[in-house]
Structures are given as C-alpha cells and as structure tokens.
C-alpha cells in the first residue's frame, strides 16, 4: 500500500479538490486505488458517491487502519484530512503515509497558516527520519504572477520546493459537480491541467 496524505491546517485550502484529482489521475493510469476520507464534512466521498461507474475506478475505505483492510503493495490510498489537522491525528496520519502532499493558496492568510504546519510537520520523526516525504501544490495561482514568487520565496526558508501550480479555473468545479476530474473530462478542455498535474504523479510514483 503507498498511501499519499494531502493535507493543510486552513479550510478552503483545496485539499479536496487535490485528494480527489489526485485519486482520479492515479486511477486513470490504471492503477489501484482508494480514498479514504477523514475529514467530518466528509466531501472527497460526496464527490466519490455521485462518480459515474464507467470511468476509472477510485475505491472508497471508510474507517480504522487501511493497512488492516490490506489493499495490497500494489495499491494507492489518498487520504483526505480536515483542516486544522495536528496532535496525534497528525502523528497517526503520518504512520500511515509515505508522502504528504500540501496544497497552498498564495495568500497572506494561506501561508501564515501554513506555516505552523510546516514547522510542525518538519519536527515529526517520520519526516526528520526521511520515512516521508513532503511535496507541495501551489492552488489557484499564475505562475507567472507576483504571488507564486511570493509563495515560492515562502517555501524557500523550507527547502520545499513547488511540485507544480494549479491554476485557478472553475473547470475543477464543474468536474466535481459531476464526480469527475481533469482526468475525466475531454483532453481537449483540460490538456493544460493535465501537464500541470504531470509532475505530482511523477512525484507521487517516483519522487523523495
């Protein structure tokens, strides 16, 4: 099982929308996977129960230890968290996880809550031990604005780099309305959003 954490302390981050492309891209590349959803509000698996049955497949787990249930070596978990994640839900996520993948908004808000996250995440054993690893999504932001060099600058004082910056595009919007992602839609409409989600499933399958 390699199970990918997406995660941030602020609500509205964009977590759900990252978790559930995520799931979607992994399973359109036909690999095996579940999303599990830890968040009380519960949206990753409002998205999965209206998602049409003919495109590929995104298992939900509901509750306790995946690794009880075990998916298989073979298989992805994405694992979708509430905001203000931290104590020993922080500590038992990470447990589970083999990488956390942050989505930040470039904000003065966003980045101050993330922040303490960060300084917190960086202090957990697992990530000290280099039994996780980190990967950050810039969320509704030009990379070619003033605000992603600010985010980038952020995240510098980390030594996190941005895997990739998602723009901000209300086509995410109406793929969830209809259970769907990027992934789902036709390559035409989100061939732009699929390069830029290139480097995250590398990263998920490949990178440190």
Same mark, same amino acid.
């Given at each position: 099982?390699?199970?990918?954490?997406v995660?941030?302390?602020?609500?509205g981050?964009g977590? &759900?929308?990252?978790a559930t492309n995520?799931a979607?891209?992994?399973?359109a590349?036909?690999?095996?996977v579940?999303?599990?959803?830890?968040?009380r509000q519960?949206?990753a698996?409002?998205w999965?129960?209206?998602?049409?049955a003919?495109l590929p497949?995104v298992?939900?787990l509901?509750?306790?230890?995946?690794? +009880?249930?075990d998916?298989? /070596?073979?298989?992805? %978990?994405?694992? +979708?968290?509430?905001?203000?994640?931290?104590g020993k839900?922080?500590?038992?996520a990470?447990?589970?996880?083999?990488?956390v993948?942050?989505p930040v =908004?470039?904000s003065v808000f966003?980045m101050a809550?993330?922040r303490?996250?960060? +300084?917190?995440?960086?202090a957990e054993k697992?990530?000290?031990r280099h039994k996780?690893s980190?990967? %950050?999504?810039?969320?509704?932001? /030009?990379?070619? &604005?003033?605000?992603?060099?600010?985010?980038?600058a952020?995240?510098?004082?980390?030594h996190l780099?941005i895997?990739?910056?998602l723009r /901000?595009t %209300?086509?995410?919007?109406?793929?969830?309305f209809l259970g =769907?992602?990027?992934f789902?839609?036709p390559?035409y409409?989100t061939?732009? /959003?699929?390069?830029?989600?290139?480097?995250?499933?590398d990263?998920?399958?490949?990178g440190?």
């Open positions: 099982m390699r199970a990918i954490v995660a941030n302390p602020k609500g981050s977590k &759900t929308t990252v995520l979607a891209g992994l399973a590349a036909n690999e095996r579940y999303l599990w959803d830890i968040d519960k949206s698996l409002t999965l129960s209206i998602r049409p003919h497949r298992a939900r509901d509750g306790g230890d995946p690794k +009880d249930r998916p298989g /070596d073979d298989s992805w %978990v994405v694992i +979708d968290t509430p905001a203000g994640l931290h839900n922080l500590e038992y990470l447990r589970l996880a083999e990488k993948l942050i =908004q470039p966003d809550a993330t303490d996250f960060l +300084d917190t995440l960086l697992a990530v000290r996780v980190i990967g %950050v999504v810039g969320v509704r932001v /030009d990379p070619r &604005t003033r605000a992603s060099a600010t985010l980038e952020f995240l510098q004082q980390y780099p895997l990739t910056f /901000d %209300v086509i995410y919007t109406n793929a969830a =769907q992602s990027v789902d839609l390559a409409l061939e732009r /959003d699929r390069q830029q989600w290139s480097p995250v499933l990263w998920a399958r490949n440190g």
